[in-house]
């Protein structure tokens, strides 16, 4: 159930509504927006009257949730939820916010070059993982605990936030201290107890789309997260495994406003997974931001060409910077901003 209080209703008035959600069953999670307070009950209880609620003091509405996720629902926060970050950066505001760098973190120099460049070029923040879900287990699989400390240093020494993916439970405490976002990838997505888990932190999350993943599936992870406590989430389109081969997925840029009407989390695009292919991505970068994304996740590296991941979905630094003043165009057409 969703309680809309109204505008002016007193804090006491929305306790007793909360006290009388938790008599019935309900746990009850809140937010409060530049307007109002809402409540969602999840739950099973036995049975109740939404009219008793309707008719509570300071209720402007009342009403059973009927899609299956309750937190993650436009309606729990019909503002749109908006994560902020250290150095003044929003992930869901009128900002697109491009996150970019190399696929994996593989050396001091190569990690602290990408860093001058995607800073240069207008990121806000550094990606790289230090662990790699690698499809063969005789792939590079990260530098591990070498490559957090890197990432932490090159952040503080530039002032990129840092996101990276965390593959497992055991790694989230090891994450904490040195990224400003934990990443789940594609093929986490429905690790459930990876998610429930990292319900319990405080530190953002995105979660990205499984590569065979409908947009409720990818709805229900985040359903995950949020019920555990942990209300920052963001969304990643990284495309998904159709019959077509020419690319490397299916960017479904569709899946952008389908999930900006459903859900009030935060929805980025990564046209690098989602292409495979370096030539493709301005492109669908490009198409992210005109259908609304609130931010680009980009593999971008000093040398593709030496790669030990993704060498052919990673943009050149100057193809990157080019992109930007593109991007920076069509998000001033569609009323947003792009530093
Ligand atoms: C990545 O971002 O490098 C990555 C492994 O992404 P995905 O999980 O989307 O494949
Ligand atoms: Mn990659």
Request: hydrophobic share 40%; net charge neutral.
């Amino acid at each position: 159930m969703i309680v809309a209080m109204m505008e002016k209703a007193t804090e006491e008035e929305i306790q007793m509504v909360v006290a009388r959600m938790v008599e019935i069953g309900f746990n009850v999670h809140r937010t409060t927006g530049a307007r109002q307070t809402v409540l969602a009950g999840v739950g099973q209880p036995a049975s109740f009257d939404v009219q008793d609620f309707q008719i509570m003091a300071g209720v402007a509405d009342a009403h059973r949730i009927t899609s299956p996720y309750k937190l993650a629902g436009r309606g729990f926060a019909p503002q749109g939820t908006q994560i902020k970050f250290t150095n003044g950066v929003t992930v869901g505001g009128k900002e697109v916010v491009v996150m970019a760098g190399p696929c994996s973190v593989e050396s001091r120099e190569q990690i602290f070059t990408a860093a001058k460049q995607v800073v240069a070029g207008g990121a806000k923040f550094l990606r790289g993982g230090a662990f790699k879900p690698r499809s063969s287990p005789y792939s590079f699989q990260g530098m591990g605990l070498d490559g957090l400390r890197l990432l932490r240093e090159v952040g503080d020494a530039t002032g990129l936030l840092i996101v990276s993916e965390v593959m497992e439970i055991s790694q989230i405490e090891l994450m904490l201290p040195y990224v400003d976002c934990l990443q789940v990838g594609a093929r986490n997505m429905q690790n459930f107890n990876l998610l429930r888990e990292l319900g319990q932190a405080r530190k953002p999350v995105l979660l990205k789309r499984g590569i065979a993943a409908t947009i409720e599936e990818l709805l229900l992870s985040a359903e995950y997260i949020l019920s555990g406590g942990n209300y920052d989430v963001m969304l990643c389109e990284r495309g998904i495994r159709t019959f077509e081969t020419y690319t490397r997925n299916t960017m479904d840029i569709s899946a952008i406003p389908v999930l900006k009407h459903l859900t009030h989390l935060p929805v980025l695009g990564d046209p690098s997974h989602g292409t495979g292919r370096r030539d493709m991505v301005p492109a669908m970068a490009r198409a992210s931001v005109a259908a609304g994304c609130d931010g680009l996740l980009m593999e971008v590296h000093p040398n593709p060409d030496k790669a030990v991941s993704d060498g052919a979905q990673s943009l050149f630094p100057q193809q990157f910077e080019q992109l930007m003043k593109e991007l920076r165009i069509i998000a001033t057409a569609v009323d947003r901003t792009l530093s």
